[in-house]
């Protein structure tokens, strides 16, 4: 079975700070990893994913995240956070691209 | 990835009417799939729909109540039937590029008064 845990439901920033959101997941196999961005009103964005190979992943809009397989982590990172960054963030892991499990997300507030 | 559109954006329906959510893709794709995120909570998987077979619903969702239709590759419908206050939600859409990842549509704003 295969589950993800989000670390905190909120997450307030202020504009240029480093934004960190915590993911941890369980998985028997070898997991393939993401993060969706869901902006006010619209539909799941692919920020970034790790699939196989470098653990240190690059995605759109400065984020990156890092695979960890020794503490199961898969936290989304920004160096300095933008107002245009507030919105909600989900982690999912899946092993075969079809069944998806999402995080319970994180709301992320960035302060002027 | 492929643009994903869904029709109607949102809407408000009465309970015990039913509503079909359109979803258009630019390309062609083998699966898709459906979603229903309630208010203030994550993403649950309704069904996959593959273009010639019936879908494949997930614990807790019954062909009934949550009818799919799949004609071709790059469409499918989904119905809420029957709807209740509880039904509220967004419904969302995705495909599969093939491989490992899921592309999302924006989504379906349903109320239920």
């Known amino acids: 079975a295969q589950s993800v845990t989000q670390l905190g439901s909120h997450v307030s920033v202020s504009e240029g700070a480093l934004v960190l959101l915590r993911c941890n997941y369980s998985s028997s196999v070898p997991p393939y990893l993401f993060w969706y961005v869901q902006y006010p009103n619209q539909g799941l964005q692919l920020l970034l994913k790790y699939t196989t190979g470098a653990t240190l992943v690059k995605g759109i809009n400065g984020f990156e995240a890092e695979f960890k397989k020794s503490e199961t982590s898969f936290h989304l990172t920004k160096p300095s956070a933008h107002m245009s960054d507030a919105a909600e963030y989900f982690c999912a892991v899946s092993s075969t691209g079809n069944q998806f499990y999402f995080g319970t997300g994180t709301s992320l507030t960035v302060i002027p | 990835s492929a643009v994903i559109s869904q029709k109607p954006s949102r809407d408000i329906c009465q309970r015990g009417t039913s509503l079909t959510i359109q979803c258009q893709v630019d390309s062609q794709v083998t699966m898709m799939f459906w979603y229903r995120q309630q208010p203030g909570q994550s993403l649950t998987l309704i069904a996959t729909?593959?273009?010639?077979?019936?879908?494949?619903?997930e614990s807790g969702f019954v062909i009934d109540k949550f009818p799919i239709s799949r004609p071709n590759l790059t469409f499918s419908t989904l119905t809420v039937s029957n709807m209740s206050p509880e039904d509220s939600s967004i419904y969302l859409c995705?495909?599969?590029?093939?491989?490992?990842?899921?592309?999302f549509g924006p989504g379906t704003r349903l109320t239920v008064l």
């Open positions: 729909a593959n273009q010639g077979s019936e879908a494949t619903y």
């Open positions: 995705s495909v599969s590029d093939g491989g490992n990842t899921q592309y």
